[in-house]
């Protein structure tokens, strides 16, 4: 299994309130990348990196930011949570640039937003 | 832009039946296509993949073919078994996006009753 950890698996929270979810890899992979994944749209890309400070937005990126400084850590910021935020956030690894084409991913995190 | 369709769920089958989860794809150029598996309470796991069109990927008894002609990526198994009862994702990743980025369909659920 690729070494992605993401932490919390689990988080409850406040409408309003500012919730950080980090992804870390052992992996040195270059690239990086959160979903979200709800019921009839299956995963859609928030954010993704390319690299140290690199990063870019994806489909459904509002309401959310992104970091990375080190290589192996990721961090997905939603700075004033809503309850359409509710969702389970996965994050993934990829060295797309060396040929290899898959993805790997994390175990995921249920976020609920109360 | 790119997008991925798999056929509606849920799919209910006996063990030991034929399996066919349908997946079809717009994509420009050439797109890397893939099944990935999720089993209840975990992230994804890349089940196949196919690069080239007429590749033909398979693992644990699935298949899938890259078919440019029909834009197809259907995914099959002879004999499936209770284990094999989990959430089937089809995904493209397009290499003119230079990102690694995917496409996924919104997810067919499988559930096989001995």
């Known amino acids: 299994d690729a070494g992605i950890t993401q932490s919390p698996r689990h988080k409850v929270t406040e409408t309003g309130t500012p919730v950080t979810l980090r992804c870390h890899q052992t992996e040195n992979h270059r690239y990086m990348y959160w979903y979200r994944q709800d019921p009839g749209h299956g995963l859609r890309l928030i954010h993704y990196?390319?690299?140290?400070?690199?990063?870019d937005k994806g489909e459904v990126s509002d309401g959310y930011s992104v970091s990375r400084s080190k290589t192996e850590d990721f961090l997905l910021t939603l700075e004033s949570a809503t309850s359409s935020q509710t969702s389970v956030y996965f994050c993934?690894?990829?060295?797309?640039?060396?040929?290899?084409?898959?993805?790997?991913f994390g175990q995921g995190t249920r976020l609920t937003v109360v | 832009g790119d997008s991925v369709t798999q056929m509606e769920g849920p799919v209910t089958l006996s063990e030991e039946a034929f399996l066919t989860i349908n997946c079809t794809y717009t994509a420009t150029g050439y797109p890397s296509l893939f099944w990935y598996v999720q089993y209840p309470g975990e992230g994804l796991q890349l089940l196949l993949k196919a690069t080239k069109a007429d590749d033909k990927g398979s693992n644990k008894g699935f298949e899938a073919t890259y078919r440019k002609e029909t834009t197809s990526f259907h995914l099959e198994k002879g004999s499936v078994q209770v284990s094999d009862s989990a959430v089937y994702f089809c995904a493209l990743t397009s290499l003119s996006s230079n990102t690694g980025k995917l496409i996924f369909g919104q997810g067919t659920t499988l559930q096989v009753k001995p």
């Open positions: 990196s390319y690299g140290v400070k690199d990063t």
């Open positions: 993934a690894i990829s060295d797309f640039d060396r040929g290899l084409t898959e993805a790997f």
